[in-house]
C-alpha cells in the first residue's frame, strides 16, 4: 500500500517541487520521474510519518557525473518506481548548500572512504547517513553495482535490520568523533614550527616531471603556490620558488587551461595537467587568478602574465553579470552524452578552420595526436602547449615574430570556429563566497596588470553585493537571487568577501571597502565562535536556513578543500587588513585563531596549506610603499611598484585617506616635490627611492622575519 502523501510519486509524477527552484542543477531535475523534495523539514518529517530513509542526491549544475547519472539512473523508470516506493527524495545542489555537502560528505567519506559528486547518502529520517556513495549506474557496469539492486538492498535492511543501519549512524559518529579528538592534541604543533612540516609534506609530494603535488586526478592547489612563495622569501629558499614556478607554468601549459577562450578547468586527469574534466569554477579560477597574479609579480614571467590575462578575459566575457558580480561556473558539457566536445578538436575540424601553414604549426605546438587525446575518442584533442613557440616553428621555415602571428591568426579562427559551437551552460548564480574570490582575484591582478577596466569590474560587484545582499547586523548572504539575498551565516560567505574586499580596499584606496571588511570580521567573531577558539561554518543566531538532518552539529572548515578554509581565510584577512590600515588588533586575533587551527591540521599536508601560508605571513611585516610626486618619474616608480612582489605589499599613489594608516614619516608626506617611493616594513621606514630599478630587489631581500 502507497502512502496517500505519496501517491503522486509511485505513479512518476515529475518533480514539481523543483520546477521553481533559484538553482539551476534542481530546476533541472524537474523533468525527471522522481518527486525530488529541496531540501528542508518537509521531507524529513515525511520520512518520519512514512519510516522510510531518506535518499539525499548532492551535485552541482558543472558536474559532468551529476549529468550522467541524472541522465541515466535517475531517468530510469524501475529506479523512480523503487524511489517512490521505499524512499522520500531529496535533491541538493552543493553551491547553493555547501553547508549541507559539508556534514554529508565527511559521513559517506568516513562510512566508505569515498567522496565528490554526485554524493548519494542513504539517511535516516533524523538525518544521519547509514549507507552511501558517489555514482551509481541504473544497472550494474563500470565496476559499480547498478542503483536498481542497491534500492532493493537498502531497502530491505531497512525493513529487516534496521539494527544494522543504526549500527552503521553510530559507528560513524564514532570515526568523526576519533578524529576531532586525534586532531585536538595541542601538543603536536607549534605555531612557528608549522610551516616546516608543511613544507615537508609538500616536498614528499611535489611532482618533479610535472610540477604540482600528487599524481592523477591532479587538481590545482593555489594555496600551496602562496605558501610555497612566502617559504622562499622567507627563507631564502631556492628550491621552493623554483617548485611555486614550475607548477605555475606547467598548469598554464597544460590541457587545463583553456588555451582558446581563458580560464581552468577543474583539474587533470592524469598527471601531466594533459586532459581535464571540463567544468570550470568560479572558486577555481578566482583562486588561480590571485596565484597567477603573484606568480606574475614575482617571477615577471610573460607566459604568467598572459594566464592573468586569460582568466579575467573567461572572467568579463563568460561570468560577469551586466548589473555587477560574477556568476558560479560554466558546465563540462553541452548536450547529453557529451564529454568536452565543445573544448576539444579533431583534425580534420583543425584543417578546415586553418591554412596549411597554422596547421602544421598549431598541430606541433598543440601536440595534437599526442597525450591530449581523449580517452573515449581518441580522434578528439586536448589543447596543450607540447614545446614552445620557437621549437614548434622549427623547420617550418617561420621563426620570431612571424611564428607569432601565424599563432595567432590561428587561434584567431579556431575561437571563431568554437563560437559558433553551442556552448555548455553557464550559471549565473551570484554567490558572496565565490564573488569575494574574484575580487580578491581581480584587485591582485588588476594591480599587476594596471588595468583600472578589471578594478572597475571588481568594484561593481562590491558595490552590488554591499547594496543588496550585505546587512551591516547580519553580514553578507551567501546568495544574491532575483528576489533578493537569502542565505545568511554562513562564515565562509564573510570570510571570502572580507579577504576580496580588503584586497580591493588596498588596490583602489576606497575606505569604505575596509571598512566593511573590519566590520564583517567583527562580526566573525562574535557570531561564529565554536570550541577552542575555533570558527564554525554557521551562525547559530544568523542562519537562516533549515536546521534538520546534521545541521544542528557544529562544523569547522578547518583543511583547504584545496582552496583556502574558511578559518584560514579569516586569519589572513585579518593580517592582510591589519598591514592595510595599521592595526594591531587584527593581528592578535589572527594569532589566536591560528594558535587554535594548527593542532587540528597538523597531519593535513598539503590540504593546511592555507594554514601554513596564513602563519608565515603572521610574521612577516607589512611592506607599505607611498609614491610621491608627480609626472611621468613618478608614474614609472607606480608602474615599477605594481610589478614588484612582496607576500604582504601595499602600494599607495600619495597618502591614503582614513582609515588606511601609515608609518609616521610616510604619512608625513605628500605629492608635492620630487618623484620618490617611501617604503617600510612594518614601522621600519628605509631611505627613499628614486630608481624604479631598485625597487624589486629590495622587496625581495628586505624585511624578512626571523621566524625559521
Known amino acids: 500500500m502507497v502512502a496517500s502523501e505519496d501517491r503522486e510519486a509511485a505513479g512518476g509524477v515529475r518533480a514539481t517541487r523543483l520546477a521553481g527552484a533559484a538553482s539551476a542543477y534542481l530546476r533541472g531535475a524537474a523533468e525527471q520521474p522522481i518527486d525530488w523534495h529541496p531540501w528542508g523539514p518537509e521531507a524529513f518529517e515525511l520520512a518520519k510519518r512514512l519510516n522510510r530513509p531518506v535518499l539525499l542526491d548532492i551535485g552541482a549544475v558543472w558536474c559532468h557525473w551529476c549529468h550522467v547519472m541524472d541522465e541515466g539512473t535517475y531517468s530510469d523508470p524501475e529506479v523512480a518506481r523503487l524511489l517512490a516506493m521505499h524512499f522520500v527524495p531529496v535533491k541538493v545542489d552543493r553551491d547553493e548548500h555547501p553547508e549541507v555537502d559539508r556534514r554529508y560528505q565527511r559521513q559517506v567519506s568516513a562510512l566508505t572512504g569515498e567522496g565528490g559528486w554526485p554524493l548519494t547518502g542513504f539517511l535516516t529520517p533524523s538525518g544521519d547517513v547509514f549507507l552511501g556513495g558517489t555514482y551509481f549506474p541504473p544497472t550494474d557496469g563500470m565496476g559499480r553495482p547498478g542503483f536498481r539492486r542497491v534500492l532493493k538492498e537498502v531497502a530491505r535492511i531497512w525493513r529487516e535490520e534496521p539494527e544494522k543501519a543504526l549500527g552503521n549512524t553510530r559507528a560513524i559518529q564514532e570515526v568523526l568523533g576519533r578524529v576531532e579528538e586525534h586532531a585536538a592534541d595541542p601538543s603536536r604543533s607549534s605555531l612557528e614550527a608549522f610551516g616546516t612540516t608543511v613544507g615537508e609534506q609538500l616536498q614528499q609530494i611535489y611532482d618533479p616531471v610535472n610540477g604540482g603535488f600528487g599524481f592523477s586526478p591532479k587538481f590545482p592547489h593555489p594555496t600551496a603556490v602562496s605558501f610555497l612563495l612566502l617559504r622562499a622569501y622567507v627563507h631564502d629558499d631556492a628550491t621552493a620558488l623554483a617548485r611555486a614556478r614550475e607548477t605555475l607554468l606547467r598548469m598554464a601549459d597544460g590541457g ?130 607540447l614545446f614552445p613557440l620557437s621549437e614548434a616553428a622549427e623547420g617550418l621555415g617561420v621563426e620570431g615574430a612571424q611564428a607569432q602571428a601565424l599563432l595567432d591568426r590561428g587561434l584567431a579562427k579556431l575561437r571563431a570556429v568554437r563560437a559558433g559551437r553551442t556552448a555548455p551552460f553557464v550559471d549565473r548564480a551570484l554567490y558572496a563566497d565565490l564573488n569575494g574570490g574574484f575580487l580578491r582575484g581581480i584587485a591582485l591582478a588588476g594591480s599587476v596588470l594596471g588595468d583600472p577596466r578589471a578594478l572597475a569590474l571588481a568594484r561593481a560587484a562590491a558595490d552590488r553585493f554591499l547594496a543588496e545582499a550585505y546587512r551591516p547586523d547580519q553580514g553578507v548572504a551567501h546568495l544574491l537571487g532575483p528576489n533578493g539575498p537569502t542565505g545568511f551565516g554562513h562564515l565562509e560567505d564573510q570570510a571570502m568577501f572580507a579577504l576580496g574586499l580588503t584586497e580591493l580596499a588596498g588596490a583602489t584606496a576606497h575606505p569604505e571597502y575596509a571598512r566593511t571588511a573590519s566590520h564583517l570580521l567583527d562580526l566573525v567573531h562574535a557570531e561564529y565562535a565554536g570550541d577552542g577558539g575555533l570558527l564554525q561554518d554557521l551562525s547559530p543566531r544568523l542562519y537562516d536556513g533549515p536546521k534538520v538532518g546534521s545541521l544542528e552539529r557544529p562544523s569547522y572548515p578547518l583543511e ?60 612577516t611585516p607589512a611592506a607599505r610603499i607611498v609614491i610621491e610626486g608627480s609626472g611621468p618619474e613618478a608614474d614609472a616608480l607606480h608602474q615599477a611598484s605594481r610589478g614588484a612582489w612582496h607576500p604582504n605589499l601595499w602600494v599607495f599613489r600619495g597618502t591614503p585617506p582614513t582609515p588606511f594608516s601609515l608609518p609616521e614619516e610616510l604619512a608625513a608626506g605628500g605629492a608635492r616635490g620630487p618623484a620618490r617611493a617611501l617604503v617600510c616594513f612594518g614601522d621600519r621606514c628605509l631611505a627613499p627611492v628614486t630608481d624604479p630599478s631598485a625597487l624589486a630587489p629590495l622587496l625581495r631581500t628586505s624585511g624578512r622575519s626571523a621566524t625559521p
Open 256 to 385: 587545463m587551461y583553456d588555451h582558446l577562450g581563458g580560464g581552468f578547468h577543474r583539474y587533470s586527469v592524469d598527471e601531466g595537467w594533459h586532459v581535464p574534466h571540463f567544468e570550470k569554477m568560479g572558486a577555481d579560477n578566482g583562486a588561480l587568478l590571485a596565484a597567477y597574479a603573484d606568480g606574475a609579480r614575482r617571477f615577471g614571467d610573460a607566459r604568467l602574465i598572459e594566464t592573468v590575462r586569460g582568466i579575467l578575459g573567461w572572467l568579463e566575457t563568460t561570468l560577469v553579470d551586466p548589473k555587477g558580480g560574477f556568476g558560479a561556473s560554466q558546465d563540462a558539457d553541452n548536450a547529453p552524452g557529451d564529454d568536452g566536445g565543445y573544448f576539444t578538436w579533431s583534425r580534420a575540424e583543425m584543417k578546415a578552420a586553418l591554412s596549411a601553414d597554422e596547421l602544421r604549426l598549431l598541430t606541433r605546438f598543440f601536440g595534437v595526436g599526442s597525450d591530449g587525446r581523449m580517452p573515449h575518442d581518441p580522434e578528439r584533442n586536448v589543447l596543450f602547449r
Open 560 to 619: 583547504d578543500n584545496p582552496h583556502l578554509s574558511a578559518n584560514a581565510a579569516v586569519a589572513i584577512a585579518e593580517i592582510r587588513l591589519a598591514g592595510l590600515i595599521g592595526a594591531d588588533e587584527p593581528r592578535r586575533r589572527a594569532r589566536a585563531l591560528l594558535e587554535s587551527i594548527v593542532p587540528r591540521v597538523h597531519g593535513a599536508g598539503l590540504f593546511a596549506a592555507g594554514t601554513a601560508w596564513a602563519a608565515g605571513l603572521l610574521d
